[in-house]
């Protein structure tokens, strides 16, 4: 079966206490991306990965670092959390190149609370 | 870069068709996304458009005029499970490959 599989699903953390959110894909995929959602300001950008070791900033990547060491593997790094990275983490992966046929898939989340 | 907008929140009636818009701007324009999410879950994939026009499926159908930055999601026969947020997503041409960029979401009540 298809899936983008994040860990942990749920945390809650001090700030300044380093943590991992890792995400792992079966799919084979070239394309994986982290998304950050928070109330009406909907799904943005955080890192992305078009492939081993090539990865990028997206919209707000500011406090987050990213790995990408093996093509199923994309961990997304919070070296020093604070209460404003407290959010929903969505995880997510597609073929490339971008065409009609890649569905861009989700993983189920990961809830994330900074105290 | 992108703007999108579509509606915050819709109400509707079981039974029902429900129209959500979505409008965008960009620059290098690779194809629209409509996803669905229930409160607390990933977003799930429903629709794509690339070419201007309706593409249908089952009871949801997704139009796209590329010269007016223009599309909507149309459900039909709506029913209570159908409740959810459902994102507009533009992806954009260019290095980022498969880059989206997501529209805050309309809120989708379905009443009885």
């Known amino acids: 079966e298809a899936q983008v599989t994040q860990n942990p699903r749920y945390l809650i953390t001090v700030t300044g206490k380093k943590l991992t959110v890792t995400c792992s894909q079966n799919?084979?995929?070239?394309?994986m991306s982290w998304y950050r959602q928070d109330p009406g300001l909907g799904l943005r950008q955080i890192y992305y990965s078009m492939n081993v070791e090539v990865t990028d900033k997206g919209d707000v990547p500011e406090g987050y670092k990213v790995s990408r060491k093996e093509k199923r593997n994309f961990p997304l790094i919070l070296e020093s959390p604070s209460p404003n990275q407290t959010s929903l983490y969505f995880c997510a992966s597609s073929s490339l190149p971008a065409r009609s046929g890649n569905t861009i898939y989700f993983g189920e989340g990961s809830w994330l609370t900074v105290v | 870069g992108q703007n999108i907008d579509q509606p915050t929140e819709m109400t509707a009636t079981e039974g029902a068709i429900v129209q959500i818009n979505c409008t965008y701007q960009t620059s290098g324009f690779n194809g629209l996304f409509w996803y669905q999410q229930h409160a607390g879950e990933a977003p799930t994939f429903l629709s794509y458009?690339?070419?201007?026009g309706l593409e249908e499926k089952g009871r949801f159908s997704s139009f796209l005029s590329r010269s007016k930055g223009y599309s909507y999601l149309l459900l039909k026969e709506l029913q209570m499970k159908d409740s959810a947020s459902y994102l507009c997503?533009?992806?954009?041409?260019?290095?980022?490959?498969?880059?989206?960029?997501f529209g805050g979401g309309t809120r989708l009540m379905v009443k009885p």
């Open positions: 799919m084979n995929h070239e394309y």
């Open positions: 997503a533009v992806r954009e041409m260019g290095n980022a490959g498969n880059m989206l960029t």
């Open positions: 458009n690339v070419l201007d």
